[in-house]
């Protein structure tokens, strides 16, 4: 009779079984963890200290001008700093409501790269405009394909195999991958470029006299076909893009692959993808609120502690900078306190690409059917690998081991 070994099966986990969509809980503790943080606020500092430089560069000479992508590409929006405990109204619905109203803040890295890419189908843009669109779009790319790919991999690993990957060995991940991350999001530019150059072909002969417009007229139905094509692929690529990322971070993928996994998962379960999509924002929203919330109390409270000990007075005087000698504490405490705001930042940034890569996992689960558990073999990497020891090591030396010859007939080491 054969015996069988039981298992037990927590109840959460049978809920997370039930109801996989439950794993976009566990986004939270992966995008507090240490690395994530620092990852994200390095990149929303690149891309906001970018944004600046551009506008300095010679060739930006209309940044006055409406149509230009005139601030910062990470500049978050005002209200995210707004986020404080006094300012939530009374009632618990309407506190409610105020805390899941930040989801714009929560996709702000999408929109470093959308912001450019619409800027670029404005019409009579000058060359000066396109330069600088251009060079933000490339600018947002090369930052995130670094700084989000690692922190796709951090949580892919500790998604998939509950390991920790070090932020040396994920930014040389992704600085491998690199090519594959800016090449990804140029495959479904290059089907629009195609189309687009067949609606050009299509208004050259429109040119012809008499009979252009007439053809025009006719055949307008094919450009009509033609922009909802481009639609759906502008449209893919815009929901499409993070995914593409996080499936270079999670399957080492290249380019082609990461391109045909987003496109393949948005359009196989597209009300999935939106309910998920839906939920992270949600969920991220109520996220921000509360650490917005935990940041603001820790700057009245230090002052507070400070205050018990050096006086009301003492401290006053000194933020206020009343002699010389506070010069250099007012300086510090101003340079900490910005750095306390920052982590808000990067916590938004870290969130957005760890929701991201889990619910990449997700939808390559309910399209492939692949466990939640797999991750390649490289991303995990070697920063937790045990040595093979015992009887698994013996076995493993005697399949490396080659087999001694005679002439004639193969003989094994037991021959001898």
Same mark, same amino acid.
């Given at each position: 009779?054969?015996?069988?070994?039981?298992?037990?099966?927590?109840?959460?986990?049978?809920?997370?079984?039930?109801?996989?969509?439950?794993?976009?809980?566990?986004?939270?503790?992966?995008?507090?963890?240490?690395?994530?943080?620092?990852?994200?606020?390095?990149?929303?500092?690149?891309?906001?200290?970018?944004?600046?430089?551009?506008?300095?560069?010679?060739?930006?000479? !209309?940044?006055?001008?409406?149509?230009?992508?005139?601030?910062? @590409?990470?500049?978050?929006?005002?209200?995210?700093?707004?986020?404080?405990?006094?300012?939530?109204?009374?009632?618990?619905?309407? #506190?409610?409501?105020?805390?899941?109203?930040?989801?714009?803040?929560?996709?702000?890295?999408?929109?470093?790269?959308?912001?450019?890419?619409?800027?670029?189908?404005?019409?009579?843009?000058?060359?000066?405009?396109?330069?600088?669109?251009?060079?933000?779009?490339?600018?947002?790319?090369?930052?995130?394909?670094? +700084?989000?790919?690692?922190?796709?991999?951090?949580?892919?690993?500790?998604?998939?195999?509950?390991?920790?990957?070090?932020?040396?060995?994920?930014?040389?991940?992704?600085?491998?991958?690199?090519?594959?991350?800016?090449?990804?999001?140029?495959?479904?530019?290059? *089907?629009?470029?195609?189309?687009?150059?067949?609606?050009?072909?299509?208004?050259?002969? *429109?040119?012809?006299?008499?009979?252009?417009?007439?053809?025009? *007229?006719? +055949?307008?139905?094919?450009?009509?076909?033609?922009?909802?094509?481009?639609?759906?692929? @502008?449209?893919? @690529?815009? #929901?499409?893009?993070?995914?593409?990322?996080?499936?270079?971070?999670?399957?080492?993928?290249?380019?082609?692959?990461?391109?045909?996994?987003?496109?393949?998962?948005?359009?196989?379960?597209?009300?999935?993808?939106?309910?998920?999509?839906?939920?992270?924002?949600?969920?991220?929203?109520?996220?921000? /609120?509360?650490?917005?919330?935990?940041?603001?109390?820790?700057?009245?409270?230090?002052?507070?502690?400070?205050?018990?000990?050096?006086?009301?007075?003492?401290?006053?005087?000194?933020?206020? *900078?009343? /002699?010389?000698?506070?010069?250099?504490?007012?300086?510090?405490?101003?340079?900490?306190?910005?750095?306390?705001?920052?982590?808000?930042?990067?916590?938004?940034?870290?969130? +957005?690409? /760890?929701?991201?890569?889990?619910?990449?996992?997700?939808?390559?689960?309910?399209? !492939?059917? #692949?466990?939640? !558990?797999?991750?390649?073999?490289?991303?995990?990497? #070697?920063? !937790?690998?045990?040595?093979?020891?015992?009887?698994?090591?013996?076995?493993?030396?005697?399949?490396?081991?080659?087999?001694?010859?005679?002439?004639?007939?193969?003989?094994?080491?037991?021959?001898?």
């Amino acid at each position: 009779m054969q015996l069988e070994e039981q298992f037990h099966v927590t109840d959460r986990t049978k809920l997370r079984q039930w109801l996989p969509w439950l794993h976009l809980f566990r986004s939270f503790r992966i995008a507090i963890g240490l690395r994530a943080l620092v990852l994200g606020m390095a990149a929303a500092l690149l891309i906001d200290m970018g944004g600046q430089l551009i506008h300095e560069l010679p060739f930006a000479v !209309d940044t006055t001008s409406p149509e230009v992508w005139s601030q910062p @590409l990470a500049s978050l929006p005002p209200e995210l700093y707004a986020v404080h405990p006094a300012a939530l109204p009374a009632k618990p619905v309407e #506190t409610l409501n105020a805390a899941a109203s930040h989801g714009e803040a929560i996709i702000n890295p999408v929109w470093t790269v959308i912001g450019p890419g619409q800027s670029l189908f404005q019409r009579d843009n000058s060359w000066s405009q396109l330069a600088v669109t251009w060079t933000h779009l490339l600018w947002s790319l090369i930052i995130w394909g670094l +700084f989000g790919v690692a922190i796709s991999r951090i949580t892919a690993v500790r998604f998939a195999a509950d390991k920790s990957v070090r932020m040396r060995e994920s930014l040389r991940f992704s600085m491998e991958k690199l090519p594959a991350s800016l090449g990804a999001p140029l495959m479904p530019l290059l *089907g629009v470029s195609c189309l687009w150059l067949v609606c050009i072909v299509g208004g050259v002969i *429109g040119r012809i006299p008499s009979v252009g417009p007439i053809l025009i *007229g006719v +055949f307008w139905w094919i450009p009509l076909l033609l922009a909802g094509v481009m639609t759906l692929i @502008l449209l893919g @690529l815009a #929901t499409g893009w993070p995914l593409m990322l996080s499936s270079i971070g999670t399957e080492d993928a290249d380019s082609f692959e990461a391109f045909s996994r987003a496109y393949s998962y948005l359009f196989s379960r597209p009300w999935y993808a939106l309910w998920l999509m839906i939920l992270a924002l949600l969920y991220g929203s109520v996220l921000l /609120t509360f650490v917005a919330t935990i940041i603001h109390l820790l700057m009245p409270l230090a002052e507070w502690s400070v205050a018990s000990g050096m006086g009301n007075e003492g401290l006053n005087g000194l933020l206020r *900078g009343t /002699t010389e000698d506070d010069a250099f504490a007012i300086v510090a405490v101003s340079f900490w306190q910005k750095v306390a705001g920052l982590g808000l930042v990067g916590f938004v940034t870290s969130y +957005f690409w /760890t929701a991201t890569t889990v619910i990449y996992f997700l939808l390559r689960k309910s399209v !492939d059917a #692949t466990p939640l !558990d797999a991750v390649a073999e490289r991303v995990i990497g #070697t920063a !937790d690998s045990l040595p093979v020891v015992g009887v698994a090591a013996a076995e493993q030396r005697e399949r490396d081991e080659p087999e001694e010859t005679v002439p004639g007939r193969p003989v094994s080491n037991a021959d001898n």
